[in-house]
């Protein structure tokens, strides 16, 4: 008896009924999330979940922010384990597997309109031996071997993902019927997660969510939302998608030329490139360090100090550094330099007694989550004490 038996078998559904019922949850997913998980799909929603129903799919979703690529996954994922096979969920960090795509996870399961059985536990969904659901973050490849038969793989935040990690999971595609999904922002131009959409594009079914096809804003145009009313703005027909509001106050702080706009609104690879001096991905990377920081109470301790000393006009900007994250900016205005305090002294070096803000001409930017270095986040600060950027 299959997971999706035993979980009909406990309604008071008549048996000829059943036998249907339960075949078309194994054939659809879109029909489970819908009558099972009590989920109202929107056309795209529909569309990758269906191409995942193909047998050996791969299928790879570039998408704006709020898009709910991750809640479709989630679902994907209770969908697999149910109807009989193996689940392998991934993303680039711990953290990641845990609060984005098994958060959803349980936030389904728990309101299911039928009880799904099994044992749910943090990032692991187990029914049997060879019908589970385990989520993993690990920088070796080896972890991904040893899944065989019928597998679904999900990546998840994909373009952080290394290329070893990849390179296993086409190891559990040799044989079998394995499915993968691969989903996140595009930020970055290049990897694995650009080639699906490029170079490999012959390979993989592929999907693109812009800001302006999701139901709150289809049929809107940049002048379209410009023009609204507060309480236009505030109407959206699925308030859990991205907002008419975010999109207009993102395009009034980055403006269509910036490569956050393009990557977290329109769902498109930004014009810079890997090799730029600033690419977009440590910019992302940085930030995710600096909210798992903050979510763990912000551990003190600085083990470096940068120095951007301003010229020109511009401000001089400390940033003090807690292992790979940017704890704290300060910075002094054109004219103090940054190098003189009040009377002419020197103000106190960070971490000394009167360094964190006594003297009147350093001032803070706290809660920077900005720490700009490539991935492994061990390069020493950008900018030296005393040299200038």
Not at 63 to 89: N, R, Y
Not at 114 to 133: M, N, R, V, W
């Amino acid at each position: 008896m299959t997971a999706t038996s035993r979980m009909m078998a406990a309604t008071t559904i008549r048996k000829p009924d059943l036998d249907l019922l339960a075949a078309e949850i194994e054939r659809d997913p879109v029909f489970f999330a819908r009558e099972v998980l009590g989920h109202d799909y929107w056309r795209t929603q529909e569309a990758i979940a269906r191409a995942v129903a193909r047998p050996r799919a791969k299928v790879a979703v570039k998408a704006c922010h709020g898009s709910s690529k991750t809640f479709t996954a989630a679902d994907l994922v209770q969908w697999w384990t149910v109807t009989g096979g193996i689940v392998v969920t991934t993303a680039s960090t711990w953290e990641q597997v845990k609060r984005l795509l098994w958060g959803e996870v349980h936030k389904s399961y728990a309101a299911s309109r039928y009880p799904l059985g099994g044992e749910l536990l943090q990032t692991e969904l187990k029914f049997a031996p060879d019908c589970y659901a385990i989520g993993l973050s690990t920088n070796e490849g080896v972890r991904f071997q040893g899944f065989h038969g019928r597998v679904f793989v999900v990546i998840d935040e994909a373009p952080g993902v290394r290329p070893e990690i990849w390179e296993a999971i086409e190891g559990i595609r040799a044989g079998g019927d394995v499915r993968v999904l691969a989903l996140g922002n595009p930020t970055v131009r290049g990897g694995p997660f650009y080639d699906a959409f490029t170079t490999d594009r012959h390979e993989w079914a592929t999907f693109t969510i812009d800001a302006f096809d999701t139901p709150n804003l289809a049929g809107l145009t940049l002048d379209d939302l410009s023009a609204l009313s507060d309480e236009e703005l505030d109407h959206n027909v699925r308030p859990y998608l991205v907002t008419r509001r975010w999109v207009l106050e993102k395009f009034r702080a980055w403006g269509e030329s910036s490569p956050l706009w393009k990557a977290r609104v329109r769902g498109q690879f930004p014009d810079t490139s890997e090799d730029a001096v600033i690419p977009l991905s440590w910019v992302e990377q940085a930030h995710q360090r600096w909210r798992e920081w903050d979510a763990a109470g912000r551990p003190s301790g600085f083990s470096c100090v940068g120095v951007d000393v301003g010229e020109s006009g511009d401000s001089t900007v400390l940033a003090l550094r807690h292992d790979d994250v940017i704890a704290e900016l300060r910075y002094a205005p054109h004219g103090d330099h940054g190098n003189r305090g009040a009377g002419g002294r020197r103000p106190p070096a960070p971490g000394r007694r009167g360094g964190r803000g006594r003297d009147r001409h350093w001032r803070r930017r706290r809660g920077s989550p900005a720490r700009i270095g490539p991935p492994c986040g061990r390069l020493q600060c950008l900018d030296e004490v005393g040299a200038s950027g």
